[in-house]
Nanobody
Framework: QVQLVESGGGLVQAGGSLRLSCAAS???????????MGWYRQAPGKQRELVAA???????NYADSVKGRFTISRDNAQNTVYLQMNSLKPEDTAVYYC?????????WGQGTQVTVSS
């Protein structure tokens, strides 16, 4: 099995920055088969949405709303994916979830709250 644990959330003023981390632990064999890591977020009353994703080869994909402000990266040796969030806006307030995807299986973290005050 694989566990994903997010950290780095918190309260920040608009215009500020946060860096989220997602560490994978468990079966090294399974972890190495996870191709895509992604960050999703869910605000109250809204559906969960993709924020950013990165493949094992380093290809990235971002939601239009965060392009130019957020950067996703991964350290394969440390089994960790990061989300650097700059120029935060109140509308970025949400619970942020980490997801790891392999063939026929997704793994989710428990989420970390990000609150941006105006």
């Amino acid at each position: 099995q694989v566990q994903l644990v997010e950290s780095g959330g918190g309260l920040v003023q608009a215009g500020g920055s946060l860096r989220l981390s997602c560490a994978a632990s468990g079966s090294i064999f399974i972890i190495r088969t996870i191709n895509t890591m992604g960050w999703y977020r869910q605000a109250p009353g809204k559906q969960r949405e993709l924020v950013a994703a990165i493949t094992s080869g380093g290809s990235t994909n971002y939601a239009d709303s965060v392009k130019g402000r957020f950067t996703i990266s991964r350290d394969n040796a440390q089994n960790t994916v990061y989300l650097q969030m700059n120029s935060l806006k109140p509308e970025d307030t949400a619970v942020y979830y980490c997801k790891g995807s392999k063939v026929l299986k997704d793994y989710w973290g428990q989420g970390t709250q990000v609150t941006v005050s105006s």
